[in-house]
T-cell receptor, first 116, second 114 residues
Framework: GAVVSQHPSRVICKSGTSVKIECRSL??????MFWYRQFPKQSLMLMAT?????????EQGVEKDKFLINHASLTLSTLTVTSAHPEDSSFYIC????????????FGPGTRLTVT | AQKVTQAQTEISVVEKEDVTLDCVYE???????LFWYKQPPSGELVFLIR??????QNEISGRYSWNFQKSTSSFNFTITASQVVDSAVYFC???????????FGAGTRLFVKA
């Protein structure tokens, strides 16, 4: 199989604090991981593409200093929301790709972030 | 630039009715992949199907069927004899060969009433 996990599944934090979300491929090595954000009743918007051992590529309009992405190993990518504000409250979903030439993406279950 | 349009924001049907969810896409690539995902209230995306641009064969899987027509850039999804458990948001998505990024449509929220 191809299982991707995310931790935590839900997090509530206070405004101004930082939150780290982990995305792990449990039974395969992921050359590339993607981070998406989904606001209520909206579609998934790609935030960034993360390749193991290199800097993430951010989509236009996504602040790279606010959303720090680290892909330190072939099974783990982390997204840190720095100095979170209520408008950052959203559902964050990661996905992982097995090989460079593969179009198959395996999605994690998502992390619901609420900033109070 | 790639784009996926799901014009139907919400659809409401009564159980056992058939329902078709529309998806129209735009791409300049000749090689691309199209996907359908289901997102139940839990939020976790469920993969339903992938189709590459060179395979226009329609596909049927149980109550689900897909109609891919390159001539109209459409990849429509039909649920036959809908059930309450089919209630969810359905996303159509596109990946181009040139970038490997997946772009999602806005989604169609399907309500199936008992």
């Amino acid at each position: 199989g191809a299982v991707v996990s995310q931790h935590p599944s839900r997090v509530i934090c206070k405004s101004g604090t930082s939150v780290k979300i982990e995305c792990r491929s449990l039974d395969f090595q992921a050359t590339t991981m993607f981070w998406y954000r989904q606001f209520p009743k909206q579609s998934l918007m790609l935030m960034a593409t993360s390749n193991e051992g290199s800097k993430a590529t951010y989509e236009q309009g996504v602040e790279k200093d606010k959303f720090l992405i680290n892909h330190a190993s072939l099974t783990l990518s982390t997204l840190t929301v720095t100095s979170a504000h209520p408008e950052d409250s959203s559902f964050y979903i990661c996905s992982a790709r097995k090989a460079v030439s593969s179009y198959e993406q395996y999605f994690g279950p998502g992390t619901r972030l609420t900033v109070t | 630039a790639q784009k996926v349009t799901q014009a139907q924001t919400e659809i409401s049907v009564v159980e056992k009715e058939d329902v078709t969810l529309d998806c129209v896409y735009e791409t300049r690539d000749t090689t691309y992949y199209l996907f359908w995902y289901k997102q139940p209230p839990s939020g976790e995306l469920v993969f339903l199907i992938r189709r590459n641009s060179f395979d226009e064969q329609n596909e049927i899987s149980g109550r689900y069927s897909w109609n891919f027509q390159k001539s109209t850039s459409s990849f429509n999804f039909t649920i036959t004899a809908s059930q309450v458990v089919d209630s969810a948001v359905y996303f159509c998505a596109l990946s181009e060969a040139s970038g490997f990024k997946t772009i999602f449509g806005a989604g169609t929220r399907l309500f199936v009433k008992a």
